[in-house]
């Protein structure tokens, strides 16, 4: 029992290490991939963001008419924490295309956050 208990609480620790600086960024879908990496680096410079340095773009979930969730992978923990204080001034720009930037979380966290919200 004690053993389970410490191996979830290592392996929780490891994916929110792996998540640290990464960000889920909702916005609409392009034509080709590699446009994907221009329209963030386009928003990080509209929120005056324009210091972040993308290591990897990865769209989530199979491709639908509805955009999917694109998950951003950083170069530095800065660089996530400005792009995602900086984001709230996306509401008024973006407004009409919905676009918005939270936190890459592991499920058990999205629904501790949720809980605590309602709570």
Do not use: C, F, W
């Amino acid at each position: 029992m004690i053993e389970e208990k410490v191996n979830e609480g290592i392996s929780a620790y490891r994916e929110r290490e792996a998540r640290k600086i990464n960000v889920i960024i909702h916005m609409p879908e392009s034509k080709k991939e590699t446009d994907d990496e221009e329209y963030v680096l386009g928003l990080a410079k509209q929120i005056h963001a324009d210091n972040i340095e993308i290591k990897n773009i990865i769209r989530l979930g199979k491709k639908t008419d509805d955009p999917r969730p694109t998950k951003v992978i950083l170069q530095t923990l800065t660089q996530k924490r400005t792009l995602l204080q900086n984001a709230k001034t996306l509401k008024e720009s973006e407004k009409d295309n919905l676009v918005y930037i939270i936190p890459d979380l592991s499920a058990q966290r999205r629904e501790q956050r949720a809980t605590a919200g309602n709570g």
